[in-house]
């Protein structure tokens, strides 16, 4: 387990001290997040107009409304990669039952192309024959 870093970070012009087992780069990339959702918020006239209370409520329901999205958008990939993992096994297996009819295939030529030369060598050998009853 790591150990726990003190960071420095400002939120919301406030400097405060940050506990945590991430390093200090994650809890800064954290804060700065915090500070953009802030920063979005205070764009809107009607957010500028509630009270304190009620506009840290809507910031914490911003970052709650991108945290659902988020988990949405991983779930989705998620059932994206299953699906695509289920695929990728039906095609393996569909590959494999391909080569083994290919093989099949290839060793009935191989036999279909030894009989035919047995066929001609005995072709050629009772033509031989003919010949040679035709003679006498």
Request: hydrophobic content about 30%; overall charge negative.
């Amino acid at each position: 387990m790591s150990a726990k870093t003190d960071t420095e970070v400002i939120i919301g012009g406030k400097m405060i001290t940050v506990t945590g087992n991430e390093s200090a780069e994650y809890m800064q990339k954290v804060a700065t997040y915090i500070n953009n959702k802030i920063s979005d918020c205070q764009k809107t006239d009607s957010f500028k107009k509630q009270d304190r209370d009620t506009q840290t409520l809507l910031i914490q329901l911003n970052m709650a409304d991108d945290y659902f999205k988020s988990k949405k958008q991983i779930e989705l990939l998620e059932q994206d990669i299953k699906a695509k993992e289920n695929e990728l096994y039906d095609l393996k297996h569909e590959w494999i039952a391909t080569q083994i009819r290919l093989d099949n295939t290839v060793k009935s030529l191989k036999d279909s192309q030894n009989e035919l030369n047995e066929n001609s060598k005995e072709i050629v050998r009772l033509e031989t024959e003919l010949k040679e009853y035709k003679r006498k």
